[in-house]
């Protein structure tokens, strides 16, 4: 197995954890972490953020063909899920330690992310820099 098929793999994989917490946080709400939470406005905001959690594993999964030209969209994904990763590092200072579930995600978020991301660059970089040194079709060799 090469490097691009090893980060395909991986991102294919990867993706699977927001898919799969976003579908949860839809089908269950916010109860489903917390039960007992009497908010109706609550639970509809968490579903609809749970709902683009969803689309971000959905989207991640799309850059898995072709991965070494889906950097712009990889780079964007990877800059919402540091940017939401930040504002749980904002909530950990503000109001305490959460479970270890939510610090695994903080984890994944703030430094598994920006690592594949990086990978992906590197397989991008390769991918390019070995399509310049074909020779050029329409020139005799």
Sequence with gaps: MNERQALQRVVAVGAVIPFAAGLYGVLFGVNGLSPGVESVSTDS??????????????????????IESKGRLFRFL??????????RLLGLYLTGIPSLTML??????????????????????????????????????
């Design 45 to 66: 905001h968490f579903r609809y953020l749970s709902g683009l959690l969803a689309g971000i594993g959905i989207l991640f999964w799309t850059c898995v063909p072709g």
């Design 78 to 87: 990877t800059l919402v899920v540091v940017l939401g990763g930040l504002a």
């Design 104 to 141: 695994g995600a903080l984890g994944v978020e703030l430094v598994v992310t920006p690592l594949l991301c990086f990978w992906q660059m590197r397989v991008g970089t390769k991918a390019r820099d070995a399509a310049a040194a074909l020779p050029d079709p329409g020139t005799d060799v």
